[in-house]
């Protein structure tokens, strides 16, 4: 059965601490983006990849980074400069490099910082 | 700077009758909307889009009007149905473009 998971749906993290977030999809997509989800805001882009070894800034990467060393895999680590890590974490890819009807998310993770 | 906006945060309807989520946008360079369908701690799952050639897009018990001119789209789901409750975000995009633009979401809920 083809999808994107994400591991773990919870985590928690200490002040000052990395933390990596797992993204992994068997649909044979090129693109894969990370969003963030705050309460009472839409989904905010944090880096997108078209293609392996290849990736981008969305509008809020600063704190956080990626890699993509293989076409099914695109992990994200909130480091400790991320001011506010605390957010719903969503993971989707695209067949095309398109954001459009063919992006699929993942359940997410909830990161929270205590 | 919220270039997809969502005014309704909440929705309630009686099941069987129609509901209307309504969605405006800033950017006049979007071409393409959605509109996403998100059950708690889940990701969102796509529903309907539309492309600015059009006005309409019908897939079931759901109706996608685009008001170009208004800069304004809305989802009609009819007739609505308990298990439509759910947050229901509306996207947008430029042809060319990586990202997607999300709205706040709307939340609708339908009682039996």
């Known amino acids: 059965d083809g999808g994107i998971t994400q591991s773990p749906k919870y985590l928690f993290r200490k002040e000052g601490q990395n933390v990596t977030l797992s993204c992994e999809q068997n649909?044979?997509?090129?693109?894969m983006y990370w969003y963030r989800q705050d309460p009472g805001q839409g989904l905010r882009l944090i880096y997108y990849?078209?293609?392996?070894?290849?990736?981008q800034k969305g509008d809020i990467a600063e704190g956080y980074s990626v890699s993509r060393e293989k076409k099914e895999s695109f992990p994200l680590t909130v480091t400790s400069a991320q001011k506010n890590p605390t957010a719903f974490y969503l993971c989707?890819?695209?067949?095309?490099?398109?954001?459009?009807?063919?992006?699929?998310f993942g359940q997410g993770t909830r990161l929270t910082v205590v | 700077d919220q270039q997809v906006k969502q005014n309704s945060p909440s929705l309630s309807v009686q099941e069987g009758r129609i509901s209307i989520l309504n969605c405006d946008y800033t950017?006049?360079?979007?071409?393409?909307f959605l509109w996403y369908k998100k059950y708690p701690a889940e990701g969102p799952t796509f529903l309907i889009s539309?492309?600015?050639?059009?006005d309409k897009n019908e897939d079931g018990r759901f109706t996608v009007f685009l008001n170009k001119s208004a800069k304004h789209l809305s989802l009609h789901i009819v007739p609505s149905q308990p298990g439509d409750s759910a947050v229901y975000f509306c996207?947008?995009?430029?042809?060319?473009?990586?990202?997607?633009?999300f709205g706040t979401g709307t939340r609708l809920t339908v009682i039996p």
């Open positions: 989707a890819s695209s067949r095309d490099r398109k954001m459009n009807t063919e992006a699929f």
């Open positions: 649909l044979n997509h090129d693109a």
């Open positions: 990849s078209q293609i392996v070894n290849d990736f």
């Open positions: 950017n006049s360079m979007f071409d393409y």
């Open positions: 539309i492309s600015s050639i059009k």
């Open positions: 996207a947008a995009s430029e042809t060319g473009a990586n990202n997607l633009f």
